[in-house]
């Protein structure tokens, strides 16, 4: 039995190395089960290419499941697409309170990208979705995977970030700081692509992911180093710190159907219907 419980105890240790932080919503709450398939067959409506002919990998599940009462959602799933080894877009879908759909699109890649639906594109930015920076007075990467994911969690303390937003949800100029999770949301890399380590993080309005922050190693045998980037999964005017330094900021966007930028939001088309609970 004691040989049993370790064995467990360090299953669930490995697993924690590449799991997904989750809100924690009770799984007896009425009608989530339901919601979730719903929205896991929503997101499978939509296919992300990159450089034109290379179908991006969905994560097999979602990498962040949250509510924002406040901000009028009533459920969302955050999922992100990989090719091969590197994270190349993140989305959401969510149903809001008065039962519409909302969904967003992020590229995390310099590539071309594209979101398409029953063959119909419907994102395709013109702009890179990220652009990396070194994070500074950080130390070497460590040479075990252990090593480097707690190198990663003490550097992600070192970002926060804030909102700015205005009526007639808020009041006109509020800067509403964000929340770490305490948890990556996901990790990335491997010895055949660009990044051999990475780890994305979110800041939060409540449950709300906001802002993202991306860290990984960069750079060849002998220069490795820490590298960050900021990416927004908000249209709020946005900034980013790194020991309360300003090293990121994004002006309020005009995300609904921006179809050319890395960043948009939606209003997804489905023949589905919502589950009844939540009518």
Request: net charge positive; charged share 20%.
């Given at each position: ?16 190395v ?66 091969d ?9 969510m ?30 930015p ?13 130390p ?11 190198q990663m ?33 996901t ?10 380590d ?15 922050l ?66």
């Amino acid at each position: 039995m004691r040989r049993s419980i370790a064995m467990l105890i360090l299953l669930s240790g490995t697993l924690s190395v590449s799991s997904v932080s989750a809100q924690t919503t009770p799984s007896e709450e009425p009608g989530r089960a339901e919601r979730l398939v719903f929205l896991q067959n929503l997101a499978d409506e939509y296919r992300i290419v990159v450089s034109r002919d290379r179908v991006a990998k969905r994560w097999p599940h979602p990498i962040y499941r949250w509510s924002h009462p406040v901000g009028s959602t009533a459920d969302g799933i955050t999922y992100m697409w990989m090719d091969d080894e590197q994270p190349v877009a993140i989305g959401s879908m969510m149903i809001l309170q008065d039962r519409t759909l909302s969904g967003e699109f992020q590229s995390l890649t310099s590539e071309p990208i594209k979101a398409v639906q029953a063959n119909v594109t419907i994102w395709e930015p013109t702009k890179p979705g990220c652009e990396y920076l070194r994070v500074p007075d950080a130390p070497k990467p460590a040479d075990s995977p252990a090593e480097r994911l707690t190198q990663m969690k003490l550097l992600a303390r070192r970002f926060s970030a804030e909102l700015t937003k205005h009526p007639p949800a808020y009041s006109e100029g509020s800067i509403w700081g964000l929340r770490l999770l305490p948890k990556q949301l996901t990790r990335y890399g491997g010895s055949k692509g660009l990044v051999l380590d990475g780890a994305l993080f979110a800041f939060c309005h409540d449950t709300d992911p906001e802002i993202l922050l991306s860290l990984e190693t960069r750079g060849g045998k002998n220069d490795l180093a820490w590298n960050f980037a900021f990416r927004p999964l908000t249209s709020w005017k946005a900034t980013g710190y790194c020991d309360k330094t300003i090293v990121w900021s994004q002006p309020a966007l005009a995300s609904r159907n921006a179809v050319k930028q890395p960043y948009m939001t939606f209003f997804p088309k489905t023949n589905a219907t919502l589950p009844e609970l939540m009518k």
